[in-house]
């Protein structure tokens, strides 16, 4: 492990659409199980590139990023430990919760920990005396006592890591909430990062996968069944998904895209009693038209995720230990740069659109 160093780069947004900043930050000093996590990897996720160009709000300054991997490179004097209270040693690597929560509010008490009182965010806070390394686009992070922490397993690459405390958790909240999958006939709609992810977390759990949207056919990579073009017309979706159910529709939906049309369409491939669970509508659109009419005689049953919870990080990195060797989720990662060149990876990322870009501190 390389020698605590005086002082850690950062990347600081200042202003949107402005260039990002190399600035240099004291270590702190680490008090109680505090952890002082040297970067690996940062991958660079869509709501880093909403916020840097005024797409929604975030506070400035501050060091975005939140989907991270890292080595513990110090720990306070009362040592550091997992979420499950293991120890854990200098050189471990590590992700976290990209969102930090008290574990005793309200809202935490009632298992809905992404809603805390006390809620931090890692990337999306602004930078106050003491407490300015808590992004992903910097040498180091600074985890406060209380942090979600895991170990990455060894067979997964940091590429493939980084990702799962943002896009891989909220695909396994969804399916926490969707409930078992096994032999269900799972709609998802969305061919990003999520909707990739969800298609394989299908697979895995012994379910019929429908990717449905634009270019959906990369999902067959990733364990989907069937790739189903949202371009096609609405009827001949519907005719397609009942024909592979019986005549029924699905049994599960799975919004990850975000978009008025899919929700709309998804609600209407569902069978009677079906289960819709949407986490891709996380930014402002007109608003969606559904029939109260149907949802009621359909007993259909509708559930917002936002977020999740530390148990939904264990079961993601669990997950891609077992799937990493059968589908290709190194090629989401579309190119990597280093720190020093973190305005270009965040301009490739804007035009290119890969579903991930890679910073190398």
Known sequence: MKPIPATSTAAVFHEVGAPLKLEQFPIPELKGSEVLARIVCATICGSDLHSYYGRRHSPMPSVLGHEMVAEIQAAGPAGARDFNGRPLKIGD?????????????????????????????FGHEEIVPGRALIGGMAEHCHLPEGTAIFQVPDNVP????????CATSTVAAVFRYAGPVAGQIVVIHGAG????????MAAVGGACGLAEHAGAEKALQFGATEAIDSARPEKEILARVKELSAGRGGDIGMELAGYPESIEL????????????????????????????????????IIGVYN?????????????????????????????????AVNEAVDYAETQRPPRVALLP
């Open 93 to 121: 690597r590590i992700t976290w919760s990209m969102v930090w929560s008290c574990g005793q509010c309200f809202y935490c008490s009632r298992g809905l920990r992404p809603k805390c009182e006390k809620l931090m965010k």
């Open 308 to 340: 999740y919870s530390p148990e939904d990080l264990e079961s993601a990195l669990t997950f891609l230990s077992k799937a990493v060797d059968k589908y290709p989720f190194d090629e989401l990662v579309g190119k990597s740069f280093p720190l020093s």
């Open 158 to 165: 940091d590429a493939v890591a980084s990702p799962a405390n």
């Open 193 to 200: 990062m999520l909707g990739q992810t969800a298609c394989a």
């Open 266 to 301: 998804g609600i209407g491939l569902l069978r009677m009693g079906g289960r819709f669970v949407m986490a891709g509508a996380t930014f402002p659109s007109r608003p969606v038209q559904i029939l109260g009419e149907q949802l009621v005689r359909r007993m259909i049953q």
